[in-house]
């Protein structure tokens, strides 16, 4: 059931409000101590701040999507509960999404948060800064509250706030590829090697990785894994030298294990780019990237509404 009107207002005000409001409640619990550190290496990040509700054992989910989000992306997270991220069941499978969130330096924002999360109760949080280079600090958490609450699910995937991910067709291929245990899937990076220009977000030196090639990992947009594997990296992860590229770090972490990443469709499914938008092209995707919460709402009212429509066979790929 969607919140009035009027709370989700107070939300945005509390997100733009001024600093009176801040002064007022600093002081409270509601607003966590922010890290002094802008890179985080100790993983160790102490006890959940926040935490969704949900009692996986009583109301067992096939899927939990877990997105990575930033405090001040409510609007994101707004369309994604009421499209792709609206707890539902598609194939008699339950699939639920929570949202991953570190911390900042900016009260207001943990004040809506807070307030948000009351409203929703799917939000998972921990008190490390939220940036970039924590990515794996925040993915970790998602796979600890797996596999600390949730280990009874059979799926869970990662994927980010500004995605559109197609749960009906996703859920239709799991079901097809009908294999539970010591599976990972999205757009394989089967070759990459470590990009040494010290310009680029990705820069990685000889100190940090000193090897030409990565293990195969899977783009970070958005993969997909069996929960007996979401466990095991968590375990493991503690003997595994920390990596500040999330979705490379997860790659380190199946090569300690022994895990291979596989296909899910003949056919490319996930993307890490944005697909310009049809019915039928959307029908027959995973993910697409670099979507705004405007067209994210848009793409999937269109793809809802289609759904049971016959497309040309040409449009299907």
Same mark, same amino acid.
């Given at each position: 059931m969607r919140p009035p009107k009027k709370i989700f207002f107070c939300i945005v005000v509390l997100v733009f409000g001024g600093s009176a409001l801040t002064i007022l409640l600093i002081s409270s619990d509601v607003y966590p101590f922010c890290q002094k550190?802008?890179?985080i290496l100790n993983r160790n990040s102490g006890d959940f701040l926040k935490l969704p509700e949900a009692d996986c054992s009583m109301n067992t989910p096939f899927l939990v999507i877990l997105v990575t989000s930033r405090l001040g992306e409510t609007e994101a997270r707004m369309a994604i509960r009421?499209?792709?991220?609206?707890?539902? @069941? /598609?194939?008699?499978k339950r699939i639920v999404t929570y949202f991953l969130l570190g911390n900042n330096f900016r009260s207001y924002e943990q004040i809506a948060v807070a307030t948000e999360n009351t409203l929703y109760k799917d939000i998972i949080q921990k008190d490390f800064l939220d940036t970039y280079y924590n990515l794996t600090l925040k993915t970790l958490m998602g796979l600890e509250w797996i596999h600390k609450f949730c280990p009874q699910s059979t799926f869970v995937m990662k994927t980010d706030s500004d995605m559109f991910v197609n749960t009906y067709y996703l859920t239709e291929l799991l079901l097809k590829r009908n294999r539970t245990s010591r599976f990972f899937t999205g757009l394989l990076r089967m070759?990459?090697?470590?990009?040494?220009?010290?310009?680029?977000?990705?820069?990685?030196?000889?100190e940090e990785y000193p090897g030409n090639y990565y293990p195969p990992f899977?783009?970070?947009?958005?993969?997909?894994?069996?929960?007996?594997?979401?466990?095991?990296?968590? @375990? /493991?992860?503690?003997k595994v030298p920390f990596f500040k590229l999330e979705d490379v770090f997860i790659g380190l972490c199946l090569s300690e294990l022994k895990i291979q990443p596989g296909k899910l469709h003949s056919k490319p499914t996930f993307f890490s780019g944005h697909v310009p938008y049809s019915p039928c092209r959307y029908k027959k995707i995973i993910t697409s990237h670099y979507t705004a919460p405007s067209h994210i709402m848009l793409y999937w009212d269109g793809l809802e509404k289609s759904i049971a429509e016959e497309c040309p066979e040409s449009q299907d790929n």
């Open positions: 550190d802008l890179f009421q499209s792709w991220g609206k707890e539902r @069941v /598609i194939a008699e070759h990459d090697h470590p990009v040494r220009d010290p310009s680029s977000k990705w820069y990685v030196n000889e899977a783009s970070g947009t958005g993969y997909v894994l069996s929960t007996d594997v979401a466990s095991q990296i968590y @375990v /493991i992860s503690k």
